[in-house]
Nanobody
Framework: QVQVVESGGGLVPAGGSLRLACKAS????????MGWYRQPPGKQRDLVATLTRGGDRNYADSVKGRFTISRDNTKNTLYLQMNSLKPEDTAVYSCKSWGFAGDYWGQGTQVTVSS
């Protein structure tokens, strides 16, 4: 069964905003780490932001000050608020959960930023 599901991608003009959501089941959502990765066309997948079970956040330098990772424990959902989007943010964004409960990936959601 599908255990990690992303949503919220789409096409947005440069300077716009999007909010991605990642819904995960039970212990997967309570894992040690959850985070967002992205893979631009023809490039490797890179880490965008992480959030530990204890609430510590880390961001890639390229998104600091523009992206915010957060979670809603009542909905078992991880979010990525993306503001001031740039064309270079275009990528497939994937949610990952890793730690004591194992490693889990979502299927990814496409974000396209037009110039």
């Amino acid at each position: 069964q599908v255990q990690v599901v992303e949503s919220g991608g789409g096409l947005v003009p440069a300077g716009g905003s999007l909010r991605l959501a990642c819904k995960a089941s039970g212990s997967i959502f309570s894992n040690d780490f959850m985070g967002w990765y992205r893979q631009p066309p023809g490039k490797q997948r890179d880490l965008v932001a992480t959030l530990t079970r204890g609430g510590d956040r880390n961001y890639a330098d390229s998104v600091k000050g523009r992206f915010t990772i957060s979670r809603d424990n009542t909905k078992n959902t991880l979010y990525l608020q993306m503001n001031s989007l740039k064309p270079e943010d275009t990528a497939v964004y994937s949610c990952k959960s890793w730690g004591f409960a194992g490693d889990y990936w979502g299927q990814g959601t496409q974000v396209t930023v037009s110039s």
